[in-house]
C-alpha cells in the first residue's frame, strides 16, 4: 500500500540559492509525489516517546532519494503511470 504522506528531504531554490528541508510530502494513488508541505517540518509530539516517534520518521527520511522541486512534483510527469 502506498503511503498518503511522509518526511521527505526536498531540496528547492531560496534567494536563488540550493537549500534543503524536511517537508511532509503526499502522494498519489500510484506513489508518485505530488505536494508537499509549505513550511518545513520540526519534530513535535505531547511526550517525549512521541517526539522520539517523530525524530524516527525524520530519520527514515535520510534513507529516500532527495526531491526537487518542481520537477520531482511535475503532475505531467506521472500521467497514466501505475
Not at 540550493?18 to 513535535?44: A, D, K, L, N, W
Amino acid at each position: 500500500m502506498t503511503p498518503e504522506w511522509n518526511y521527505r528531504i526536498v531540496k528547492e531554490l531560496v534567494d536563488g540559492k540550493p537549500s534543503m528541508s524536511v517537508r511532509q510530502v503526499y502522494y498519489t494513488e500510484h506513489g508518485h509525489p505530488f505536494s508537499y508541505s509549505e513550511t518545513e517540518c520540526s519534530p513535535i509530539g505531547d511526550s517525549v516517546k512521541e517526539l522520539l516517534t517523530d525524530f524516527e520518521l525524520y530519520n527514515l527520511a535520510m534513507e529516500y532519494p532527495v526531491l526537487s522541486t518542481p520537477g520531482d512534483f511535475d503532475m505531467n510527469k506521472h500521467k497514466n503511470m501505475c
